[in-house]
């Protein structure tokens, strides 16, 4: 049978299911794109061939960050089912948003929901909403956590990763290094972004030592209680692109996912509706994918309390790129760059190419990779 949403079915099927703040924001978002749609614009038809003709506002499979990459993944027989995008994963449920509209899945007997992440591509069975099976990811942030086996998620398929700090005592090189190499390591495009620059004399001198920390990373200021916060990620965003931010509690997070998902005009609206769904549930412990007021989607993920670096060997080889890649001209090939002779990093520390203090850092972090990272079976460690 294939599913449509027409006037009459959409409404239904919405005020027939208590709106969970996820579904208020999607149908927000939905006609905020396109003034004075109803929501029942916001659908599209899939049809029993899997072919899904937008219609509207309704995020096309191209949208939601659809693409060759994933639609290879699909075999034949699975032609009749719809791909979604997971939105919100909870201990025991999980929402995706599909060009048919948002979903509540329906878990498969057995399924974990840890084992699966906000911006995961999913396939999904159109009349039960059983979810099938996850497609392969482009990108995943990952971390290992002390004393299990499984590594936390903070999101999948992120196009680019924003590293948010400020201009204060939050900045530091070493712990933005060890932001970098796990960004790296996912698959992401690592951008710095500074807040608080409006409450010091002088921003050059944290934007100069950002943009040091690995070759070609773009690093912008940014205030996002100002108007044009959204603009100035905007390069990085857009319909089909997925966004991400980390960084300490405080520097800024939460209000650039306001200023990006509410911005202009419409942030009246969605403000109004967010208010009438709120009910005092904030939900800024779990992670979500929210639409982009000038499309796009942002994952909000929650802060990372410790940042222990494990699995990140090729991760930490391009944040240090001008270090590793000395390394085959040294004398010995399993040079630690520290005592040897004819050490080629250390000759170039000695003719001033090299940073110390850079070559300090990346001892620590790549022993700390190295004890962090099993030895054998290592999904994501790579092989020296
Ligand atoms: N003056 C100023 N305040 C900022 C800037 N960025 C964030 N803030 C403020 O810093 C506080 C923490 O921001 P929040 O978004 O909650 O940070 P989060 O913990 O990273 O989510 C809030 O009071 C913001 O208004 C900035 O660029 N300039
Ligand atoms: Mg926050
Ligand atoms: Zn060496």
């Known amino acids: 049978m294939a599913r449509a949403f027409g006037v009459g079915s959409g409404l ?54 659809w693409s060759d990459f994933f639609a290879a993944q699909c075999e034949p027989h699975e032609a009749g089912l719809i791909p979604a995008r997971v939105a919100t994963v909870h201990r025991a449920r999980m929402s995706a948003i599909s060009p048919t509209g948002p979903i509540r899945l329906v878990l498969p007997v057995h399924a974990k929901t840890g084992d699966y992440t906000v911006g995961d591509w999913v396939l999904v069975e159109p009349c039960t909403d059983l979810l099938l099976r996850r497609l392969e990811r482009k990108t995943v942030l990952a971390r290992r956590v002390e004393g299990s086996k499984t590594p936390q998620l903070a999101g999948a398929n992120i ?49 100069d030592e950002a943009a040091a920390l690995q070759r ?93 670096v494990s699995d990140a060997a090729s991760g930490l080889e391009t944040l240090f790129a001008e270090i590793t890649e000395l390394s085959p001209n040294c004398r010995f090939r399993d040079c630690t760059h520290e005592h040897e002779p004819g050490c080629a990093v250390q000759a170039a520390v000695a003719s001033g190419a090299v940073d110390p203090e850079r070559l300090a850092r990346w001892r620590k972090l790549d022993a700390e990779n190295r004890a962090r990272t099993p030895a054998a079976g290592a999904p994501r460690g790579r092989r020296r």
């Open 216 to 308: 070609g990373l773009p690093v912008a200021i940014v205030n996002p209680l100002s108007g044009d916060a959204a603009a100035a990620l905007a390069p990085w965003c857009g319909p089909g692109r997925t966004v991400a931010l980390v960084g300490s509690s405080g520097v800024g997070k939460s209000s650039l996912v306001n200023a990006l998902t509410g911005a202009g005009a419409d942030a009246q609206e969605t403000g109004d509706i967010r208010e009438s769904d709120d009910k005092g549930r904030h939900t800024t412990t779990s992670r979500s994918l929210h639409a982009i007021a000038g499309g796009g989607w942002v994952i909000d993920t929650p802060g990372m309390r410790t940042l222990h």
């Open 12 to 65: 239904d099927r919405i005020s027939s299911l208590a709106l969970d703040r996820f579904r208020v924001q999607w149908l927000a978002l939905a006609s905020a794109r396109n003034p004075g749609s109803s929501i029942a614009h916001a659908g599209a038809i899939a049809s029993r061939d899997g072919i899904v003709r937008e219609r509207d506002a309704a995020p096309s499979l191209a949208a939601l960050g």
């Open 159 to 207: 196009d680019t990763l924003f590293i948010v700090t400020s201009c204060n005592g939050d900045f530091n090189a070493a712990r933005l290094e060890r932001y970098l190499a796990l960004v790296n390591e996912s698959g992401a495009e690592p951008v710095i972004l500074l807040t608080k620059a409006d409450l010091v004399d002088g921003a050059q001198g944290f934007l």
